[in-house]
């Protein structure tokens, strides 16, 4: 288990499969996210394509699953 962060909450560890995808163009696709509530509500993030790997899944086929 982690130590506990300053507000008592614990780090949680997920692996994970991010991709870059390159058009011919050498543009790189991106999502943009818009946080609607919280600390950081109104705040923006960008991400590549990914997310978690389920249980018994290769990273490879967590890319493909998440694109």
Known sequence: MSDPL???????SRP???LLLLDPDD?????RF????????GKTYWA???GGV???ESFAQAAVREL
């Open 6 to 12: 300053p507000d008592g909450s614990q780090l949680r």
């Open 16 to 18: 994970a499969s991010r």
């Open 27 to 31: 543009r790189v696709l991106l999502f």
């Open 34 to 41: 818009v946080h609607k509530d919280g600390a950081l509500a």
């Open 48 to 50: 590549t394509p990914g």
């Open 54 to 56: 389920d249980e018994g």
